[in-house]
């Protein structure tokens, strides 16, 4: 990596940590906390609003969140939002590298609060898809400009830790999603007025007020800055993450992200349709089954915290790649354990889902595993780029999945989708360390 031969003494505790160091870190953790907010509105509000959608365009005659063709096209919405993030990921992570990445971060916040709030207006399926798409590719992009961020800004040997917190932030924002949705039911049902779904979407315009701030308070990384003035000019292009020397990590991290995020993906969307579609809640009110649903991501993002901090314990332990390698594995046995055999809700929202939950943590390690190893002029584009195309293969497994699930019963497709982490942990097993954890190979490139 791009490294000065005496690069300045990193702080030692928090009260050495420079004002532009916080800046940047509270930057970088707002955009992540209202990435998780901005993603998850519409997995828990997916079936009614589509049901409710399609209802006003006549292709069903109930507003039926079970239908089919809602299990369709809600389907179909998700597939087009993780595929937008997949292209906002390659986007933004050029113009993280080109223009800096404090301007790339207020872009990203900007684009998906923006069309977030749009979708609140949508009147047709395919206009809520549209909607969708646009928002995520601001999602996608802040993941990898604020991981490269932080990671050239804050100090090296707190990464574990600082992935964990950035996370976590993430995980806040779907608490505060599943927080907005009960929110407006109850208000609803207090005023006495018909709860609609597309209410939760006007949430969603609040991050743009960051951007400002953003602007006027957060420099671009000192590291950036030298890159930028050492390659006078001749900036690295896309092409050059399958150069010699690097082409193997891409391949690597490419099929490591493909496979966990499918995995993951599937769960989170799929897992509250099967919730929903349990034989023994077939009497309850609706209300009551929402109610469930979102008690369940409640447990689901709460145990994933814990997790994060976990794994920033075990990354200090064992390094990085046996971190991911092992939580891919226990998220492999956790998803198998959970959908092998049929189980009751009860023991699907207290126990087991949240099982998974603590195992997606995993995917904490890769906010600071990824940008590194990659050069910095190529750090923001390589972490999107591969990132990134892990949610293009989610977005055709969330479909594929759901396409092959027997109406109303979602069990063996979740089951199915959860074998791929453990293919992600032997894979990442082959990945490097990042070379600027290790002295002996920080001019490696």
Known sequence: MEESPNPPREPQNLREVTPQQWRSGIAAWLGWLFDGLDIHLYTLVAAPFVAQLLLNAGDITALNPADPLVKEKSSWIQGAFLVGWAFGGGFFGRVGDRLGRSRALGLTILTYALFTGLAAFAQTWWQLLICRFLAALGIGGEWAVGSALLSETWPRKWR???????????????LLACGTVYLFV??????????????????????????????????????WHAAKAAAVGAVPGIADLFARGIRRTTFLTLLVCGASLTA?????????QHLRNLPELAA?????????????????????????FFCGWLARLIGYRRSIA???????????LTFLWPRSYGALVWFWFPFVGFC??????????????????????????????????????????????????????????????PLAAVIALLLPEPPDENPTLMNAD
């Open 326 to 336: 092992a939580m891919c594995f226990a998220y492999g046995l956790a998803s198998t």
């Open 264 to 272: 993951w993906w599937a769960f989170m969307f799929w897992h509250a």
């Open 186 to 223: 109850t208000v609803s049902t207090l005023l006495h007025v018909t709860y609609q779904p597309r209410w939760v979407f006007l949430v969603g315009i609040l991050p743009a007020l960051v951007v400002f701030w953003i602007r006027r308070k957060v420099p671009e990384p000192e590291t």
């Open 284 to 308: 309850w009110p609706a209300d009551q089954r929402e109610k469930l649903v979102s008690v369940a991501f409640f447990l689901v993002i709460g145990t994933s915290i814990f997790g994060n």
């Open 160 to 174: 574990p830790w600082i992935a964990a917190v950035l996370q976590s932030a993430v995980n806040i924002g779907v």
């Open 360 to 421: 997606s943590s995993v995917f904490s390690l890769f906010t600071m595993y990824m940008p590194p190893l990659f050069p910095t002029l190529l750090r923001t584009t390589g972490a999107g780029f591969c990132y990134n195309f892990g949610r293009v293969a989610a977005a055709v497994g969330t479909v594929v999945f759901g396409l092959f699930a027997p109406v109303g019963d979602f069990r063996h497709a979740l089951l199915y989708a959860g074998l791929l982490a």
